[in-house]
């Protein structure tokens, strides 16, 4: 069982930055692919990023990208995202999941579905006031 744990969330002020840890336990995360999610009032789930277990490979929505970055310390079992230039629309909670036992990178569509991911954090809510 692989547990997840994020950090980092908050209020930010619209235009500003925050950076979400996620912290897995165990000794296996450097062969665990990362994401990240993001789920709004009444809506579902949606991907937000993701990265291959070695860091060679990065994933964005199309709503994040040029703001978030995602990024690993495998040495620390823990994957980031940085989210700058936030705007009112980021506010949600913020969860990461890791896939184990297999790489997604051979059909990389499938880092974008929360149904390929194993393990998941419980969340960190992000607010975002204008």
């Known amino acids: 069982q692989v547990q997840l744990v994020e950090s980092g969330g908050g209020l930010a002020q619209a235009g500003g930055s925050l950076r979400l840890s996620c912290a897995s336990s165990?000794?296996?995360?450097?062969?665990?692919?990362a994401g990240w999610f993001r789920q709004k009032p009444g809506k579902e789930r949606e991907f937000v990023a993701a990265?291959?277990?070695?860091?060679?490979?990065?994933y964005y929505a199309d709503s994040v990208k040029g703001r978030f970055t995602i990024s690993r310390d495998n040495a620390k079992s823990t994957t980031y995202l940085q989210m700058n230039s936030l705007k009112s629309e980021d506010t949600a909670i913020y969860s990461c999941?890791?896939?184990?036992?297999?790489?997604?990178?051979?059909?990389?569509?499938?880092?974008?579905?929360?149904?390929?991911?194993?393990?998941w954090g419980q969340g960190t809510q992000v607010t975002v006031s204008s």
């Open positions: 990265m291959r277990w070695d860091g060679v490979n990065s």
């Open positions: 999941a890791v896939v184990a036992g297999r790489s997604l990178t051979y059909f990389s569509a499938n880092y974008y579905s929360p149904n390929e991911y194993d393990y």
């Open positions: 165990g000794d296996n995360f450097k062969n665990y692919d």
